[in-house]
C-alpha cells in the first residue's frame, strides 16, 4: 500500500529510518487470531508502549469474536 501511495521511502516495511507501527502479541497471530487479543508491546510513532492498555468496543469485540469462531 505505502508503493501505491508513493510513501514507501518512509514506512510500509520494518527498515531501519523507515516510520513503522507494530504489535507484539506472545503467540504468532498468523497461526491463531485470537493472539491479536493479547497485545503484549507496541511501537507507534517511534514510541514504545511497553505495558499499552487497549480500548475496547463492543460491537468490534462481538464482530471479532464471530469471526474467531470461523477460524
Known amino acids: 500500500n505505502a508503493e501505491i501511495l508513493g ?3 518512509d514506512t510500509g516495511s520494518l527498515e531501519e529510518g523507515k516510520s513503522a507501527d507494530i ?3 506472545r503467540e ?3 497461526v491463531d487470531p485470537a493472539a491479536l ?3 503484549c508491546r ?3 510513532s517511534g514510541r514504545d508502549i ?4 487497549v480500548k475496547h468496543n463492543k460491537f468490534v469485540d462481538k464482530q471479532l469474536d464471530m469471526l474467531l469462531k470461523e477460524v
Open 50 to 53: 511497553a505495558h499499552p492498555r
Open 37 to 39: 487479543s493479547e497485545v
Open 23 to 25: 504489535i507484539f502479541t
Open 7 to 9: 510513501i514507501a521511502g
Open 28 to 30: 504468532d497471530p498468523t
Open 42 to 44: 507496541v511501537v507507534a
